[in-house]
């Protein structure tokens, strides 16, 4: 066992970390039929995060398309305050309905800045 956490599981912990920054404004989301999907993933690994460490993961939008916004995360290993993972995540707004691209709304966009 290599003591450190699996590459591919970065991804599923800054998509919850996603769920949890959006999640005041769900039901406003579902209720107006919009909502956002990954578009594209990018992810740098600085240094491992091993067994049982705490990660804090700092989330920012970096850029806001008409109906994209980019996330930007960097996650730091608590115990030494090395940072371990950046990563740049675009998302784009969906209507619910057709599955389409759709704008993001106002609510998101001041939920996120």
Avoid at 54 to 72: K, M, P
Avoid at 79 to 101: K, M
Wanted: charge should be negative; hydrophobic fraction near 50%.
């Amino acid at each position: 066992m290599q003591g450190v956490m699996h590459n591919s599981q970065y991804l599923a912990v800054i998509d919850d970390a996603v769920d949890v920054w959006t999640h005041p404004v769900l039901e406003q989301c579902i209720a107006s039929g919009w909502d956002f999907m990954v578009k594209r993933a990018d992810i740098v690994w600085h240094g491992p995060a091993r067994h049982a460490d705490v990660l804090q993961l700092e989330l920012d939008v970096r850029r806001w398309g008409t109906s994209s916004f980019e996330v930007g995360v960097e996650a730091i290993v608590l115990a030494d305050g090395l940072r371990c993972v950046s990563a740049t995540v675009t998302y784009v707004g969906v209507d619910l309905e057709n599955r389409r691209a759709a704008a993001v709304p106002g609510f998101v966009r001041a939920h996120l800045s």
